[in-house]
């Protein structure tokens, strides 16, 4: 995979000048990759992490800006030819080209994801673009980081010409002796200018609307927590009213070192190390390649692990008890595909080998039993009653061959109770996935204590492969992400018995960085299931750590019938899209209240998280999880805990964990043993060290 590094760099410059710099006999350059399906797929992030002082970026960054100028000054025709991924510094690097020649490959994808790590394009992309495309593509590229496919880039101005991945180098070197010939000539902008958007992004009235929309959005999605995207409206802007161009280079890679330097920037940028980190595991390589994925339970989540496996490649066997059931389970994956049909990110070609990778089957199928003779791993998704499980696990492992894997996507029951019923334990493993399916990143992998090494191989690579980021988690109640989210889902209630609103407890959570507030989520998950987890791990072995609120405020809910979104009437009630608290949900709440505490957004900010975050380290501590970076990923991906703040163990790397820990020992004092930190935590503050960073837990 080629990347920016500083070897790169280096490398890239030789060449240039020896090669090519000084030759009059070169009239031309294309530049194009020699490794199969990979242009550049950025820049090389760890050079930027292990930068202590980012300020030293400064002159790397302006050395390069001046080695693609040098480029430039030899005022010969430059072609880029993409096949694969061009993104972050490889977008930027064919932006400084002539002419942009791309493969029609289903790999080939550009774009500037840079603001997803806390930064922005730094080799000049935000001046460089918005010339090309016009500023409201260019602010969407950059402000979502989203990839660009070719016939998209081709119909705005990005590249110039898509042609198949074979023709590339030819098509390629012939637009380059046709631009050095003068038989092609080239505008920026590319595409002419509709009065339009001559109007919004040429005229004072215009752009002042524009600016008002752009912050808008950005402020809806992002709350305005994340310093990137308004970085990168700042370097657009000064690229509007500059025509000095070695200023506007220097403005835009002085905004990069200042986001370098952030914590929000570190946070994103340790997330996407440990996604990269949890692509690989230790478990060994399964004997038996998974070519076919059974699914038992066409539900909303059965039906969803049918449509990511499918998509990608397998032969899926949609088994239901019903043919009602199964059509149910159809007609939701394949409206979810025609959606993406609709919006074109998916074509029809597509849609069709994804329909005939799925099977349909019911107990009415007389040939079920021989197409489950050919499965290689089965994950059931049936309801959670252990005496199903255990019927299921019973006639499923007589009809499959003996190497097939057994999977459960239970929320709750221990694995190793299910397996009770196995003819084959070494070959049963947990694999929980989260709602919707094709939509939630996280896969929780668990493995139960007589659980073979290569059946947890063969459960992570079948999720790696479905796109999901796995962890491995310990056989205990709740596995990680519910253990976590009990205590959370008891202080809710605990809050609003000290007199905190609906409101102020959505309000707080969501300015804390949380995509929903714990209200909303209650809702979305459902008040039944919220409260059945609460009741589980109530019941379960965390002790006092779920000691301190009141769950029946749920339980009375689930018998009024108020179930959240899907009944119509929560603790919101629902019309459409539009929400409100009714009031006699706001007596309801009032009336659960036992006293007015007076609390603060702080206040819930600091009680919420501080039961959430010292049950993840308890976690860590009880080796549920294996280190910190699987915690932080878990939490992140499995609850949205804010990216931002990059999980809960980097979240009290910031904080301070001896400040953190004097903190949960005051709320100990004030309102109980509930707010006592865990011994690991402890441990930490007294020793001073991290959970991340040389020499930490995680080693990142």
């Given at each position: 995979?080629n990347t920016?590094?500083?070897?790169?760099?280096?490398?890239?410059?030789?060449?240039?000048?020896?090669?090519?710099?000084?030759?009059?006999?070169?009239?031309?350059?294309?530049?194009?990759?020699?490794?199969?399906?990979?242009?550049i797929?950025?820049?090389d992030?760890?050079?930027?992490?292990?930068?202590?002082d980012?300020?030293?970026?400064?002159?790397?960054?302006?050395?390069?800006i001046?080695?693609?100028?040098?480029?430039?000054?030899?005022?010969?025709?430059?072609?880029?030819a993409?096949?694969?991924?061009a993104?972050?510094?490889g977008?930027?690097?064919?932006?400084?080209?002539?002419?942009?020649?791309?493969?029609?490959?289903?790999?080939?994808k550009?774009?500037?994801?840079?603001?997803?790590?806390?930064?922005l394009?730094?080799?000049?992309?935000?001046?460089?673009?918005?010339p090309?495309?016009?500023?409201?593509?260019?602010?969407?590229?950059?402000l979502?980081?989203?990839?660009?496919?070719?016939a998209?880039?081709?119909k705005?101005?990005?590249?110039d010409?898509?042609?198949?991945?074979?023709?590339?180098?030819s098509?390629?070197?012939?637009?380059?002796?046709?631009?050095?010939?003068?038989d092609?000539?080239?505008?920026?902008p590319?595409?002419?200018?509709?009065w339009?958007?001559?109007?919004?992004e040429?005229?004072?009235?215009?752009?002042?609307?524009?600016?008002?929309t752009?912050?808008?959005?950005?402020?809806?999605n992002t709350?305005?927590?994340?310093p990137?995207?308004?970085?990168?409206?700042?370097?657009?802007?000064?690229?509007?009213?500059?025509?000095?161009?070695?200023?506007?280079?220097?403005?835009?890679?002085?905004?990069?070192?200042?986001?370098?330097?952030?914590?929000?920037?570190a946070?994103?940028?340790?997330?996407?190390?440990?996604?990269?980190?949890?692509?690989?595991?230790?478990?060994?390589?399964?004997?038996?390649?998974?070519?076919?994925?059974?699914?038992?339970?066409?539900?909303?989540?059965?039906?969803?692990?049918?449509?990511i496996?499918?998509?990608?490649?397998y032969?899926?066997?949609?088994k239901d008890?019903?043919?009602d059931?199964?059509?149910k389970?159809?007609?939701?994956?394949?409206?979810?595909?025609?959606?993406?049909?609709?919006?074109?990110?998916?074509?029809?070609?597509?849609?069709?080998q994804?329909?005939a990778?799925?099977?349909?089957?019911?107990?009415n199928?007389?040939s079920?039993?021989?197409?489950?003779?050919?499965?290689?791993?089965?994950?059931?998704?049936?309801?959670?009653?252990?005496?199903?499980?255990?019927?299921?696990?019973?006639?499923?492992?007589?009809?499959?061959?003996?190497h097939?894997?057994?999977?459960t996507n239970?929320?709750?029951?221990?694995?190793?109770?299910?397996?009770?019923?196995?003819?084959?334990?070494?070959?049963?493993?947990?694999?929980?996935?989260?709602?919707?399916?094709?939509?939630m990143?996280l896969?929780?992998i668990?493995?139960?204590?007589?659980t073979?090494?290569?059946?947890?191989?063969?459960?992570?690579?079948?999720?790696?492969?479905?796109?999901?980021?796995?962890?491995?988690?310990?056989?205990?109640?709740?596995?990680?992400?519910?253990?976590?989210?009990?205590?959370?889902?008891?202080?809710?209630?605990?809050?609003?018995k000290?007199g905190?609103?609906?409101?102020?407890?959505?309000?707080?959570?969501?300015?804390f960085g949380?995509?929903?507030?714990?209200?909303?989520?209650?809702?979305?998950?459902?008040?039944?299931?919220?409260?059945?987890v609460?009741?589980?791990?109530s019941?379960?072995?965390l002790?006092?750590?779920?000691?301190?609120?009141?769950?029946?405020?749920m339980?009375?809910?689930?018998?009024?019938?108020?179930?959240?979104?899907k009944?119509?009437?929560?603790?919101?009630?629902?019309?459409?899209?539009?929400?409100?608290?009714?009031?006699?949900?706001?007596?309801?709440?009032?009336?659960?209240?036992?006293?007015?505490?007076?609390?603060?957004?702080?206040?819930?900010?600091?009680?919420?998280?501080?039961?959430?975050v010292?049950?993840?380290?308890?976690?860590?501590q009880?080796?549920?999880?294996?280190?910190?970076?699987?915690?932080?990923?878990?939490?992140?991906?499995?609850?949205?805990?804010?990216?931002f703040?990059?999980?809960?163990?980097?979240?009290?790397?910031?904080?301070?964990?001896?400040?953190?820990?004097?903190?949960?020992?005051?709320?100990?004092?004030?309102?109980?043993?509930?707010?006592?930190?865990?011994?690991?935590?402890?441990?930490?503050?007294?020793?001073?060290?991290?959970?991340?960073?040389?020499?930490?837990?995680?080693?990142?």
């Amino acid at each position: 995979m080629n990347t920016i590094s500083f070897e790169f760099s280096a490398a890239a410059k030789e060449m240039w000048s020896t090669e090519i710099a000084p030759r009059n006999d070169v009239k031309s350059v294309v530049f194009i990759s020699a490794k199969k399906d990979n242009f550049i797929a950025g820049a090389d992030i760890q050079d930027i992490k292990n930068m202590e002082d980012k300020t030293k970026l400064l002159p790397i960054i302006e050395d390069g800006i001046e080695f693609f100028k040098d480029m430039k000054s030899k005022k010969i025709p430059m072609v880029c030819a993409i096949n694969g991924p061009a993104l972050g510094g490889g977008l930027e690097w064919a932006l400084w080209c002539d002419y942009r020649v791309c493969s029609d490959s289903s790999k080939t994808k550009m774009g500037l994801p840079e603001v997803k790590l806390g930064l922005l394009p730094g080799f000049g992309g935000t001046q460089n673009l918005f010339p090309l495309i016009g500023v409201q593509g260019a602010m969407d590229m950059m402000l979502t980081g989203k990839d660009i496919r070719p016939a998209k880039a081709k119909k705005m101005g990005l590249v110039d010409l898509v042609v198949s991945e074979h023709q590339l180098e030819s098509s390629a070197i012939r637009a380059a002796e046709d631009l050095a010939n003068g038989d092609i000539k080239v505008k920026i902008p590319r595409k002419p200018k509709s009065w339009m958007a001559w109007g919004i992004e040429d005229t004072p009235p215009g752009q002042s609307k524009m600016w008002e929309t752009i912050n808008k959005m950005v402020m809806k999605n992002t709350n305005g927590v994340y310093p990137a995207p308004f970085a990168i409206i700042e370097c657009v802007k000064e690229g509007l009213k500059s025509s000095d161009m070695d200023a506007r280079y220097k403005f835009e890679r002085e905004k990069f070192a200042e986001l370098a330097a952030t914590n929000e920037s570190a946070s994103l940028i340790g997330i996407f190390d440990g996604m990269t980190a949890l692509k690989k595991h230790s478990f060994g390589e399964p004997k038996n390649e998974t070519k076919n994925v059974a699914v038992l339970g066409a539900g909303l989540m059965g039906a969803g692990i049918a449509q990511i496996s499918a998509e990608k490649g397998y032969r899926v066997l949609l088994k239901d008890k019903t043919e009602d059931g199964l059509a149910k389970g159809e007609q939701y994956i394949n409206g979810n595909w025609d959606k993406k049909l609709k919006r074109k990110t998916m074509t029809m070609h597509k849609h069709n080998q994804n329909t005939a990778n799925i099977v349909p089957l019911s107990d009415n199928t007389e040939s079920w039993k021989q197409h489950f003779s050919q499965a290689d791993l089965v994950i059931e998704a049936v309801f959670e009653d252990i005496d199903l499980k255990h019927r299921v696990v019973k006639e499923i492992e007589d009809v499959t061959p003996d190497h097939c894997v057994f999977a459960t996507n239970t929320s709750a029951i221990p694995i190793a109770d299910i397996a009770k019923a196995s003819k084959r334990p070494d070959q049963l493993v947990g694999m929980h996935y989260f709602s919707p399916v094709p939509q939630m990143p996280l896969l929780e992998i668990i493995p139960h204590a007589g659980t073979s090494d290569l059946t947890t191989a063969a459960a992570y690579n079948v999720g790696t492969k479905q796109g999901k980021t796995c962890i491995a988690v310990k056989d205990v109640p709740g596995f990680y992400v519910n253990r976590c989210l009990g205590p959370f889902l008891v202080e809710v209630s605990a809050l609003a018995k000290d007199g905190a609103g609906l409101e102020l407890l959505d309000k707080a959570m969501l300015n804390f960085g949380m995509p929903v507030g714990p209200v909303t989520l209650a809702d979305e998950v459902g008040i039944d299931v919220s409260n059945k987890v609460a009741s589980f791990l109530s019941n379960a072995d965390l002790g006092v750590r779920m000691e301190g609120g009141d769950i029946s405020l749920m339980g009375e809910m689930v018998e009024k019938g108020w179930l959240g979104r899907k009944t119509g009437q929560g603790f919101y009630t629902y019309d459409g899209k539009k929400k409100t608290i009714s009031a006699e949900v706001k007596q309801y709440a009032a009336d659960f209240a036992t006293r007015d505490l007076g609390l603060t957004e702080e206040d819930v900010q600091n009680r919420i998280v501080s039961r959430f975050v010292n049950e993840a380290v308890m976690c860590l501590q009880d080796e549920i999880i294996a280190d910190p970076v699987n915690g932080d990923i878990g939490l992140i991906f499995g609850t949205g805990f804010a990216p931002f703040r990059g999980g809960p163990f980097r979240y009290l790397d910031t904080y301070g964990i001896e400040k953190y820990v004097a903190m949960m020992n005051g709320f100990a004092e004030k309102m109980g043993p509930q707010f006592e930190p865990c011994q690991l935590l402890k441990d930490m503050a007294a020793s001073g060290k991290k959970f991340h960073g040389p020499n930490s837990a995680s080693g990142l």
